[in-house]
């Protein structure tokens, strides 16, 4: 959540590796700067941080860079289910060496535009390798996503057993590393009210929004605040109904 010191650095970072004449290092910077500029809700400016990749350039960066820009693309309101394919496609074949995570992060990208019983099969099949390969973060993630894909299908008492799962990975200490922790808050919430667990919803709920209130105060730029708190609203309205 330490957007502003992010954006100082990542913007340094971009600046000199331009000059370095190290092609896979940038765009990973570039990654960085455009993912948290989607995190502050500004897609528009994510975008110059993720021009098209050379043909040539190694499968690794060319399935990253797909990715991201589908991501990018859905946070546009443009389809993106069909980019996300083409992403996992550099897997495939003479590129199945490429690393297993990182194909299974693409994966866990794409999950909210494909079907929701395949998103479910791909989060669980994801969450066994994670628990595998002792990838906490990851393997976190992924749980998250089956949970949204059970409440997609009405599954509602297994979304509440997993909710209670993932309780740990809701304490505000807990540094998530693979994506943003108010999504796995929204979800869990949403699993509390939906079995009728108010109380636990509106506590979990107001926990969420006042780390949001307080990045907002202090670790996000005056530009952004705006939109930063508008791409969270569904949680911070839930809190002001209360338990």
């Known amino acids: 959540g ?19 004449g190290v092609p896979h290092f940038l765009s990973g910077m570039e990654h960085v700067m455009a ?4 995190r502050l809700g500004r897609p528009e400016l994510a975008g110059r941080y993720l021009p098209e990749i050379a043909g040539c350039a190694p499968a690794l960066s060319r399935a990253l860079r797909m990715a991201k820009r589908a991501v990018h ?6 389809a993106a289910l ?7 496609v550099c897997f495939d074949g003479a590129s199945a ?16 535009h494909a079907r929701p019983e395949q998103t479910l099969e791909e989060a669980r099949q994801c969450a066994e390798w994670a628990a595998g390969a002792e990838h906490l973060a990851l393997e976190r993630r992924a749980r998250m996503t ?3 894909a059970l409440l997609a299908l009405g599954s509602i008492e297994a979304a509440a057993d997993l909710a209670g799962r993932l309780q740990e990975a809701c304490a505000p200490g807990w540094e998530a590393s693979d994506f943003d922790r108010v999504e796995l808050w929204t ?8 079995v009728g667990r108010v109380r636990d919803a509106g506590r979990l709920a107001a926990t969420g929004a006042a780390w949001i209130d307080r990045c907002a105060r202090d670790e996000v730029p005056e530009a952004f605040v705006e939109s930063y708190l508008r ?9 002001k109904r209360g338990r």
């Open 97 to 112: 060496a490429l690393p297993s995570m990182v194909r299974w992060r693409i994966v866990l990208d794409r999950a909210p």
């Open 2 to 20: 330490r957007y502003a010191r992010a954006l100082a650095i990542g913007e340094e970072g971009v600046r000199l590796l331009r000059d370095s």
């Open 231 to 239: 791409m969270h609203a569904a949680i911070r309205s839930r809190a």
């Open 82 to 88: 069909s980019s996300f394919d083409a992403a996992l």
């Open 187 to 194: 979800a869990v919430v949403q699993a509390w009210d939906r």
């Open 146 to 148: 089956e949970l949204q």
């Open 73 to 78: 693309a859905a946070a546009l309101g443009e």
């Open 35 to 38: 993912s948290t500029y989607l």
